[in-house]
């Protein structure tokens, strides 16, 4: 490639509607090192997808979510200037996209599931790849299964580094020379070729993989919101953007809950060193915020973020004074079901740690299978409807008076497990659900008003 590259990903609210992928294809050709675009399903229609593939459903229920769908798609389709070049394209994905849903087997094979909700960013970059070509340019809509290798765990997979690096320097790089390709975030395939996904936040991370794939500078994260906030804007107006962070900050900042970026899509920008972009594609010259190796100011505090739906576990033995190698059971049990521990406090005959644990999910099909042989070996506790509030920032287990600030504003709150991090960026507590909202308005009420 001449001169720097950069990928643009745009997220569901982006790519909702005609005029909203305007703004996007605005975006891409104001910036000539744009050559490679990714971009998820419009704004709902995954939500479609997964209820079609987790759901048993009537087949007139199935008709009106296939409805659902189609109705998003063709207000796009019927505002372009030249339909015709796409639209048998659309009807062929939407016959597919039928033929899945109606699998008889939909809801019991995580293949058939991949294959469907993939659909929507198939749809979706042929719809885009239109909108880019009528501000004239020359555009591939370019299937990203091609160069996403992964492994076979369906809905979760695993990508392959070294082959999506290879794959992408054959197939993608010279595409990339002589036109702007626009492809898919969220899908990859296995070595046999079936469709998988990457798991939820998979299209930031997509765009993340292919840019470090392609030796890329930048990778810019186009959403509905200016940048990363001191917290969710939609918990306190008194939230602001950060017109910059470090990569720890992020990584921290995602893997406790703030939606912006899912914390995957750090690992490839901080191996390569790539700088990220989060902004609005409805308000692109607000600005927004630069997540980088370095930063020229790294403050006691940074952010707040609240992460929902923990379980909160505690497996206690009477004998763990003498059980030595107890601990290591129990994580060896969480190792093997792949589960992700945050938080983490030990006493002399109990340990408790909290597992996320949205409804209907992954995780929360296999806490339950993890909780069952957890109790084979101890007594288990567990304690729903938590809420994780972490507060973010650097070196704050070295700054005097950073944790008496934290605690002494939220001293009327009943805090179920307090965790300084084992790095030098997080101090997060567990709290009651219903008190979550409260702690984070009076601890960025204390920290940045």
Not at 52 to 62: E, F, H, K, V, Y
Request: aromatic content about 6%.
């Amino acid at each position: 490639m001449h001169g720097a590259l950069n990928v643009a990903k745009f997220g569901g609210t982006s790519v909702a509607n005609y005029a909203a992928i305007n703004n996007c294809a605005n975006i891409v050709i104001n910036n000539p090192n744009t050559r490679l675009v990714v971009v998820s399903a419009a704004a709902g229609v995954t939500n479609h997808l997964v209820l079609l593939a987790n759901t048993a459903l009537t087949s007139q229920q199935i008709a009106e979510l296939i409805e659902n769908i189609r109705k998003i798609q063709f207000a796009i389709l019927n505002e372009l200037k030249n339909p015709s070049e796409v639209e048998d394209k659309l009807f062929s994905l939407l016959d597919e996209l039928e033929s899945y849903a109606r699998h008889e087997e939909i809801n019991f094979r995580d293949d058939l599931k991949d294959a469907l909700v993939s659909m929507g960013e198939r749809m979706s970059s042929l719809l885009v790849s239109a909108i880019v070509r009528e501000h004239g340019a020359k555009v591939i809509n370019f299937d990203v299964r091609k160069v996403l290798r992964t492994d076979d765990r369906y809905t979760e997979a695993t990508p392959n580094l070294e082959m999506i690096a290879q794959l992408s320097q054959q197939l993608l790089l010279p595409e990339l020379e002589h036109a702007i390709v626009v492809t898919q975030g969220f899908v990859g395939a296995d070595d046999s070729g079936r469709t998988t996904t990457l798991g939820r936040g998979g299209s930031d991370f997509t765009a993340a993989l292919l840019a470090e794939a392609l030796g890329a500078q930048t990778c810019e994260i186009w959403t509905d919101v200016i940048g990363v906030y001191t917290t969710d804007p939609r918990i306190t107006d008194r939230a602001r953007p950060l017109p910059e962070l470090s990569f720890e900050e992020a990584a921290e900042m995602a893997t406790f809950g703030a939606k912006v970026l899912h914390p995957a899509t750090m690992e490839p920008a901080l191996r390569q060193n790539i700088k990220v972009f989060v902004g609005s594609s409805k308000e692109p010259s607000k600005g927004g915020t630069w997540i980088v190796r370095d930063c020229e100011h790294e403050p006691a505090f940074r952010a707040i973020t609240r992460r929902k739906d923990q379980v909160l576990v505690t497996v206690k033995t009477p004998k763990m004074m003498y059980a030595q190698g107890f601990v290591a059971q129990v994580f060896e049990i969480i190792a093997k079901h792949k589960l992700s521990v945050d938080l983490i406090t030990t006493s002399e005959i109990a340990v408790s740690f909290t597992l996320d644990n949205p409804p209907n999910s992954m995780s929360e099909k296999m806490n339950k299978e993890t909780l069952l042989e957890l109790s084979s070996i101890c007594d288990v506790k567990v304690e729903r409807d938590f809420d994780a509030v972490t507060v973010v920032g650097n070196n704050m287990h070295s700054v005097a008076g950073v944790s008496s600030q934290i605690f002494a504003a939220i001293a009327d709150f009943n805090l179920r497990m307090i965790c300084f991090g084992a790095n030098v960026h997080n101090l997060s507590f567990v709290v009651d659900k219903n008190d979550s909202e409260n702690v984070v308005k009076v601890l960025h009420a204390a920290l940045f008003e």
